[in-house]
């Protein structure tokens, strides 16, 4: 590590008292010193009334070497150790993300407007592409004006929801225990006393914890991601969200999503032909009775109903996530009574789902 330029941050209970000399503290010390290692923390992390011991130890290579500060959060009779780290990075400013807000009232609202629409320019167009286009311009004007983009700062405080307001009590009246039990000689009844209520306490914790696991898995429509996310969680291993998409291809960095999706549909598409036509002199006898003619430049697609739609439609979950055009499922679910078979005041016979 040391020839990698690595920093090492060795944090435990090594149950070797750092204050009282020994032949094994004096063996330890000499051998961290062989790796220019050192023990930040200097102050007794375990205290009784009769004892005072330093066995939980923060040990590191790093130039940053400052004293480590204990502290007391009742939870323990060890003190928990705090180390104040600089390193070299550049210090960013307050995390902001770019999202819409779905109100009921704004969802009510904007039903409302596509419920107003004749939809006349769309069914007059006899361009399937300019009808569509047409379509997506009133639709996401209406969509943009009553769901706008807002810039929200993002807190990385999190804040442990299961803990109440009889728990902090609970906490600051065993911190005040602790402290009798280290700074005076008590009697067993006493001691028995402080012992059984720091234990209640962690089963406090403990409970408190469950209900709000129960309740964070159970207050969402796809429980088993809860779960999943409730389990991470527990392991340390919490995903981290990254919006800003990049692309590289070659020397081109592509950062539009739409952009991005039509170079993975292309690639996918030239890499099934170059597949085919590496492998079309293997083919076998067997396999191939006649040679099947193709024509590269057409394709058939049986026409699409609008029930069949409907019905994809209505097989969405309903979640509120959505695609580089940030429209929710959920929002679609809400809108396809409102902008399907809509009658042609021109042409009461012509549907808006006719459209060619």
Known sequence: MQSK???IFLCGDWNINFLQRSTKLLE???????????????????????????IDVMITNSSWKKLTITYDLGYSDHLAQVAHIKIDKQVLGPKTI?????????????IHFLQKETWDQVLLLEDVNKSFNAFMTTFMCHFNTLFP?????????????????????????LRTLNVLKRSTKISGELLRYINKYQLTYKTLITEAKKRENIRFIWSSKNKTKRIWQVINKENGKIPSN?????????????????????????????????????????RTQQTFQHDIKTCPRSMFAPPVTENEIEKVINKLKGKSSAG???IPEFL?????????????????????????
């Open 5 to 7: 330029g690595k920093n």
């Open 28 to 54: 330890l010390q000499n051998l961290l010193l062989m790796y220019n290692l050192v023990n930040t923390v200097k102050t007794p992390t375990r205290i009784t009334h009769d004892t005072s011991t330093l």
């Open 98 to 110: 770019e999202k819409r807000q779905f109100t009921e009232n704004a969802i009510e609202e904007f």
């Open 149 to 173: 983009t807002k810039t929200f700062f993002l807190n990385n405080k999190k804040k442990n929801k299961w803990m109440t307001k009889g728990l902090i009590v609970s906490r600051n009246r």
């Open 242 to 282: 990254n919006s800003n998409i990049q692309l590289r291809n070659n020397a081109e960095v592509v950062t539009d999503p739409k952009i991005i999706t039509e170079k993975f549909n292309s690639f996918f598409i030239n890499i099934v032909n170059e597949f085919l036509n590496k492998n079309i002199s293997i």
């Open 324 to 326: 580089f055009d940030e």
């Open 332 to 356: 679609v679910k809400r809108c396809t009574h409102h902008i399907k078979k809509t009658p042609n005041p021109y042409n009461p016979n012509l549907e808006f789902s006719q459209i060619k």
